[in-house]
């Protein structure tokens, strides 16, 4: 089993900053992809941003150019910096990742953490 936990989450003013860190721990053998979701109130999750282990980057049109997704693989973890932060960007952020596990084989597991709130105020 892998455990994502999230951090770094919080109430700030519109123009603001925050960063995001996301651990991973467990049983890992590697990690391919790592990101980066949120789901506002009465919204769908959507996606933010994806890293791939060899550092390419995705990320939605109405976050570019003012997030940052980053990763430090040999601690399982993945960053989102923040900046100019909106009130629409409030939603709660959730850190997904591909786990490679061996369980008598090797497979490819796909895990959520529990969320933080990001809340930006006008």
């Known amino acids: 089993q892998v455990q994502l936990v999230e951090s770094g989450g919080g109430l700030v003013q519109a123009g603001g900053s925050l960063r995001l860190s996301c651990l991973a721990s467990?049983?890992?053998?590697?990690?391919?992809?790592m990101g980066w979701y949120r789901q506002a109130p009465g919204a769908q999750r959507e996606l933010v941003a994806t890293?791939?282990?060899?550092?390419?980057?995705k990320s939605a049109d109405s976050v570019k150019g003012r997030f940052t997704i980053s990763r430090d693989n040999a601690k399982n973890t993945v960053y989102l910096q923040m900046n100019s932060l909106k009130p629409e960007d409030t939603a709660v952020y959730y850190c997904?990742?591909?786990?490679?596990?061996?369980?008598?084989?090797?497979?490819?597991?796909?895990?959520w953490g529990q969320g933080t709130q990001v809340t930006v105020s006008s």
């Open positions: 997904n990742a591909e786990v490679l596990e061996y369980r008598g084989g090797y497979y490819t597991y796909r895990y």
């Open positions: 890293i791939t282990s060899g550092g390419s980057t």
């Open positions: 467990g049983s890992i053998f590697s990690i391919n992809a």
